[in-house]
């Protein structure tokens, strides 16, 4: 007999190692390191005959989106133990989830998809893309002259929490799909074991300063004749140009990677040969609108505009139906309507374009939008246009 409930503070350390065995993996942390960022009132855990056999969690986490910022929930810890799949466990959690967060009156859902066929039947719909990249050394020259009046310097890995967060916060305000590092995770980087530890590889952070002002920042590790870029962010286009020619320049180093770029980086399109750089895009985080009428009435629209959506939502009522939107830069509204629709979308297609990963167009080519009303499409992909794609850097 399966028993789903909260966690409770005894289990705690159980069900932390029974969520990391389930994916294969040992718990490289003390649990109760763990504890604090935890509230167990928002876990779920399944039991059976007393043994944990599955979990899941969320936090609270605020994440951009286009033109404003919401707090919603970042759910993780997903975990059915390999003894106990394909039973149903993991459904039953998700609808659970669900429906709590929507009882707490949080808009959104977001999480990171260990397997990408999973979300989609539980109303998750793609909510940003990355790149992952490599170049050869001989083909990294830019198109245009290099010069910049900053300097590099490294900092120490006990240093970053000083200025490094600052300048993430910079490079990423105007881009939907962050979330912002709380600051135990940047002090939990600084403190990493690795830092202390002699030989070879290790992490490397290096800053552009400018007028005395940290614009922008690297950091990489290096394996054999490797360097990989695990994060860069910069403010100015001086220091985007500095960072990645310091990347691509360090001794004894023949090819540059980056693990995690958006895919309307500008270094593509300052190399003199672009083409020698490959690209290959993947999935980045996926995001579930647990209350379309909220959702729609938080974001911020690029061509003011009034459309009717007509939602379908199999597993939330409240969002099945028709959705009169009214949506400006400056702000929106969004109610129930018995109006006819000018679209028709399932909720894990309209997450995707709501964050502006994909248009409405581009979608109802692959057959997952109907346009009701003539010239709908195109009103809404001016509407629901993004100046930056959205990106996510980092995990919540």
């Known amino acids: 007999m399966l028993e789903m409930r909260t966690v409770t503070p005894g289990e705690f350390v159980q ?3 029974a969520e990391a065995r389930a994916h294969g993996n040992r718990l490289d942390d003390d649990p109760e ?3 604090p960022h935890f509230d167990l009132d928002r876990s779920i855990v399944v039991l059976e005959d007393g043994e944990i056999v599955g979990g899941a969690h969320s936090h609270r986490v605020e994440m951009s989106i286009p033109g404003n910022s919401t707090f919603i929930a970042g759910v993780a810890n997903i975990a059915v133990q390999p003894t106990h799949t394909r039973q149903g466990i993991m459904t039953k959690m998700m609808n659970h989830q669900i429906h709590d967060i929507h009882d707490r009156g949080e808009p959104f859902a ?3 998809a260990t397997e990408s066929l999973i979300y989609g039947r539980f109303g998750y719909g793609i909510g ?3 790149e992952r990249w490599a170049i050869e050394r001989p083909h990294n020259a830019y198109a245009r002259p290099h010069e910049s009046p900053g300097r590099l310097v490294f900092v120490d890995p006990a240093d970053i929490t000083k200025d490094l967060p600052e300048v993430f916060r910079r490079a990423t305000k105007d881009r939907p799909g962050v979330f912002q590092r709380p600051p135990h995770q940047w002090k939990r980087e600084s403190l990493a074991p690795e830092h202390s ?6 992490i490397f952070y290096v800053a552009y300063e400018e007028d005395g002002r940290m614009d922008g920042y690297a950091t990489y ?3 054999g004749n490797t360097l990989c870029v695990n994060e860069l962010m910069a403010t100015s286009t001086e220091a985007i140009s500095a960072l990645w020619r310091f990347c691509f320049s360090v ?5 540059t990677e980056a693990l995690k770029r958006p895919v309307d980086d500008p270094l593509p399109w300052m190399l003199a040969d672009p083409r020698r750089l490959q690209r290959s895009t993947r999935d980045g985080v996926w995001v579930r609108l647990i209350d379309v009428a909220d959702s729609l009435s938080l974001r911020r629209y690029m061509q003011p505009d009034q459309l009717v959506l007509e939602v379908k939502d199999e597993l939330c009522p409240w969002n099945d139906g028709r959705f009169m939107l009214d949506g400006s830069r400056e702000g929106a509204t969004c109610r129930s309507t018995d109006s006819s629709p000018d679209l028709v979308i399932t909720v894990q297609n309209l997450a995707s374009a709501y964050m502006g990963a994909v248009s409405f167009s581009a ?6 939008v109907e346009e009701r009303a003539q010239g709908a499409l195109l009103r809404a992909d001016c509407m629901f246009a993004v100046q930056n794609q959205p990106w996510t850097p980092c995990n919540f």
């Open 221 to 223: 590790r290096i394996s």
């Open 110 to 112: 977001a999480l990171f």
């Open 363 to 368: 979608l109802a080519n692959a057959g997952l």
């Open 15 to 17: 069900w932390t190692r």
């Open 197 to 202: 530890q002699g030989g070879q590889g290790g």
């Open 33 to 35: 390191a763990l504890r």
């Open 251 to 255: 001794d004894r180093t023949s090819v």
């Open 128 to 130: 940003s893309l990355y």
